[in-house]
């Protein structure tokens, strides 16, 4: 059974960081694109990165680039959000999701964790 599990959520204070884990179990992330996603209360599902399984390149949304670093450790099987300056408005449940159609139509994976919540707060 293919399953992913995201780990390393919680509190911080604005400017701190945090590094999320996406660990599968079931099936090897090597092959995989994987996508970080974002849900806000009362907001839409938000893309925030992802990694193309074929060559590791990697896409950030405008609002998080130059603060979060995805990266991926195959011999962990697991896919890792490191996230620095964290600002209150990115407080949300982060999932993870793969699949292997490309990091354009990740929004569409059929493989997502049940997420982490991030809370940045004084």
């Known amino acids: 059974q293919l399953q992913l599990e995201e780990s390393g959520g919680g509190l911080v204070q604005p400017g701190g960081s945090l590094r999320l884990s996406c660990a599968a179990s079931?099936?090897?992330?090597?092959?995989?694109?994987i996508g970080w996603f974002r849900q806000a209360p009362g907001k839409e599902r938000e893309a925030v990165s992802c990694?193309?399984?074929?060559?590791?390149?990697?896409y950030y949304a405008g609002s998080v680039k130059g603060r979060f670093t995805i990266s991926k450790d195959n011999a962990k099987n697991t896919v890792y959000l490191q996230m620095n300056s964290l600002k209150p408005e990115d407080t949300a449940v982060y999932s993870c999701?793969?699949?292997?159609?490309?990091?354009?139509?990740?929004?569409?994976?059929?493989?997502w964790g049940r997420g982490a919540q991030v809370t940045v707060s004084s």
């Open positions: 999701a793969a699949d292997l159609y490309g990091c354009t139509v990740i929004e569409g994976a059929r493989y």
């Open positions: 079931g099936f090897t992330l090597g092959a995989y694109d």
């Open positions: 990694v193309e399984g074929s060559d590791n390149t990697t």
